[in-house]
């Protein structure tokens, strides 16, 4: 079946330091990969999305390339702040499919 | 503005009791999802709905029901039968159901459910 496995939490990471949050997929189909976000206490937002292969997503600073050749979808940041304390959550979609297949999440907090 | 609501966003009941959480969505969104999210776990889902008046399960349905009576509404009971319901329950919704690998899912602020 599908399913995502991203790296385990927590992070902690300073301010202005580079963040890289892997996530790895196994999809039976052609996948749209996803990156969203989860605030303290507050739904999921979609953060970025890939489609095809070699797409680039990017929000906010942060970027994924999806990498069909490895199986990947890395999320990454050059600079992260304060307010990028949450927890991201990898998932995919396949065309055929009616759900999201979500990792099990990545907590960061970002220190002053 | 468009979006979804799920209230209440905090909810109490009692060993035995049944509960509904509301969902609801003024985005003409076809299709809606209900979603439980539990401490260092992925999200699973509980039930979908593509159309009015039809719904499916999920990968963990036992022990709740819902009703898609109308198109922008989409409750959750969460039944006496579910044995470990204290969790954190998010509610989507997305343009069109199974068919394009291209939507995304819109979530409301969710809401968390404790048993005493």
């Known amino acids: 079946g599908d399913s995502v496995t991203q790296m385990e939490g927590p992070v902690t990471l300073s301010e202005e330091a580079f963040l890289t949050i892997n996530c790895t997929y196994t999809?039976?189909?052609?996948?749209?990969l996803f990156w969203y976000v989860q605030y303290p206490g507050e739904g999921l937002q979609l953060l970025l999305k890939?489609?095809?292969?070699?797409d680039k997503g990017s929000n906010k600073g942060f970027e994924a390339t999806y990498r069909k050749e490895t199986t990947s979808f890395h999320l990454e940041k050059g600079s992260v702040q304060v307010s990028d304390s949450a927890v991201y959550f990898c998932?995919?979609?396949?065309?055929?499919?009616?759900?999201?297949?979500f990792g099990a999440g990545t907590t960061v907090t970002v220190r002053a | 503005d468009g979006g979804i609501t799920q209230s209440p966003k905090y909810l109490f009941r009692k060993e035995g009791q049944n509960v509904t959480l509301s969902c609801e969505q003024n985005?003409?969104?076809?299709?809606m999802y209900w979603y439980r999210q539990d401490p260092g776990q992925g999200l699973r889902l509980i039930y979908y709905?593509?159309?009015?008046?039809?719904?499916q399960k999920g990968d963990i349905a036992e022990g709740y029901s819902v009703s898609r009576e109308k198109k922008e509404s989409f409750p959750l009971t969460v039944t006496s039968a579910q044995k470990n319901p204290t969790a954190f329950y998010l509610c989507?919704?997305?343009?069109?159901?199974?068919?394009?690998?291209?939507?995304?899912?819109?979530f409301g602020p969710g809401t968390r459910l404790t048993v005493l």
């Open positions: 989507a919704s997305s343009p069109r159901g199974a068919g394009s690998s291209y939507n995304e899912q819109f």
């Open positions: 999809a039976t189909g052609y996948p749209s």
């Open positions: 709905s593509q159309i009015v008046n039809d719904f």
């Open positions: 890939a489609t095809k292969a070699d």
């Open positions: 985005l003409n969104h076809d299709a």
């Open positions: 998932a995919l979609k396949v065309s055929n499919d009616y759900k999201l297949s």
